[in-house]
């Protein structure tokens, strides 16, 4: 079944995208949250952040994101775009229990995301939030890492990937306390196209996830921005994709919901922070962007072969100097001398 096609004018400006029954999480109808899924256990998904955002007016709202590195954040653009302040919340389960709280106004949204439009659905809804201290990782805060680049164009098509956030409960019911996660599974981009009746926000950098074994299950309300992750071909955790829309028929129809694929924007990333998020499986860390682990092998390398070099260097040199020493004070024994040369290591 197709959904009805809602298109939006280039009018005053705002930019031509198809809506084909999309919308945000946070003002879909019907069932609202991380729908038919379980409550989250402590360190269960410690890359999770819950987000606040406050608006000119002083309205909030909230969102999800994921902790990718000691200083920045993964989020979706219409999270941030026209915020003043944003508060996030770090190694948390139940809301009222965080391990950390920061407040942030420094956030970068994907230089094709249109900030002026936020309300309208559109492609590379993505941003990061560079965080105003750096976050300490503990046993309830951890990093998840990005999609590699050379999988952005994988396909999940039937692949078991995870969701999680804070949306509501169910139709019409109030924000739960407990982080929330479910099961999705991966759909192939021409199958979501379709159900999305050819929808042009479908795009090589979207990923769509439909319900795993319940038909309700997706993600809703409180949920945007939040991780859609994969255990990767090392067995690791990856951040595939970034919650962005879901049917405006309600979360709980059997629609799939749509992701930002991490892995596109690695230049990106990497123009704007100077950190390389991309890994290979064979030199993969410990889960966060792979540049710290890459550049601390790197120094690790570099100072074994520094100290080698240095060590080799100064065994020489004593050798040197020892044959140096040796030679003369036996040249100068041999002439009747006093004197003697000693020198020490330096």
Not at 70 to 85: D, F
Not at 92 to 101: F, G, S
Not at 105 to 120: K, L, R
Not at 319 to 327: H, K, P, Q, V
């Amino acid at each position: 079944m197709l959904g009805y096609i809602v298109l939006v004018l280039a009018v005053a400006g705002a930019p031509a995208f198809a809506g084909d029954q999309l919308t945000f999480p946070e003002v879909a109808r019907g069932a609202a949250r991380i729908v038919s899924g379980w409550e989250a256990q402590e360190g269960q998904i410690p890359h999770q952040i819950s987000l606040r955002m406050v608006n000119p007016g002083g309205g909030v709202s909230s969102c999800g994101a994921s902790l990718i590195h000691h200083e920045w954040a993964l989020t979706a653009a219409h999270c941030t775009a026209a915020r003043v302040s944003l508060v996030l919340r770090f190694g948390t389960v139940n809301l009222t229990r965080p391990a950390l709280i920061q407040e942030s106004t420094e956030y970068y949204n994907h230089p094709s995301y249109n900030e002026a439009f936020p309300g309208v659905v559109q492609p590379n809804d993505i941003g990061v939030i560079k965080l105003r201290r750096p976050v300490e990782y503990t046993d309830l805060i951890k990093p998840v890492r990005i999609q590699r680049s050379a999988d952005k164009d994988k396909s999940y098509d039937r692949v078991q990937l995870t969701a999680s956030g804070w949306g509501l409960l169910w139709t019409q019911a109030t924000s739960p306390e407990n982080l929330n996660w479910v099961y999705l599974l991966g759909v192939e981009n021409s199958y979501c196209r379709v159900r999305y009746g050819f929808s042009s926000i479908i795009q090589d950098s979207t990923i769509c996830a439909s319900a795993y074994n319940v038909s309700s299950q997706s993600t809703c309300q409180g949920d945007s921005g939040g991780p859609l992750t994969v255990v990767d071909v090392d067995g690791q955790l990856s951040v595939v994709g970034v919650t962005s829309f879901v049917s405006a028929t309600g979360c709980h129809t059997d629609f799939p919901a749509g992701f930002i694929r991490a892995g596109y924007y690695h230049d990106w990333y990497y123009q704007l922070t100077g950190i390389n998020f991309d890994w290979d499986p064979e030199e993969a860390g410990s889960g966060e962007g792979s540049s710290e682990g890459s550049n601390e092998n790197s120094n690790e390398d570099s100072n074994e072969s520094s100290n080698e070099s240095s060590n080799e260097n100064s065994n020489e040199s004593s050798n040197e100097n020892s044959n140096e020493s040796s030679n003369e004070n036996s040249s100068e024994s041999s002439n009747g001398s006093s004197e003697s040369t000693s020198e020490e290591d330096k």
